[in-house]
Structure formats: C-alpha cells, structure tokens
C-alpha cells in the first residue's frame, strides 16, 4: 500500500465514522476497504467520497 492508498484510506475512515456519528469497529474494516477502492477508481475527489459513503450499505443500514 503507497502512501496515496494510505491518505485516501484515512480520509475514507474519518468521514464515514463522522458520517454515522460513531467509531468504527473491526468489523466495519471491509466495508472501509470497498469505499476506499471506490474513491480510488474515482480520481479521490471529495465530493465523490461524500457520494460514495451516502450510497453505501453502512450508511443507509446505520
């Protein structure tokens, strides 16, 4: 993992954790690892970790 994956990563971690208002948990890691491959395909921009984390399983089964 190079550092670019690391900071997208963190960034992914830190907004959804804000988002559902609650710490992430080990069992919250693969749904952190698939949001962070979406960012990454989409050219980490923030506004499309935004759309991507309110489109994701975790935050609408919150």
């Not at 997208?8 to 749904?31: E, I, W």
């Not at 395909?41 to 609408?60: G, T």
């Amino acid at each position: 993992m190079d550092r670019q994956d690391q900071f997208a990563r963190a960034m992914v971690h830190k907004l959804t954790a804000y988002a559902l208002g609650r710490p992430l948990s080990f069992g919250d890691n693969a749904n952190i690892d698939n949001l962070t491959t979406q960012l990454r395909r989409r050219e980490d921009r923030l506004s499309e970790l935004i759309e991507v984390i309110i489109n994701s399983k975790i935050f609408n089964t919150k």
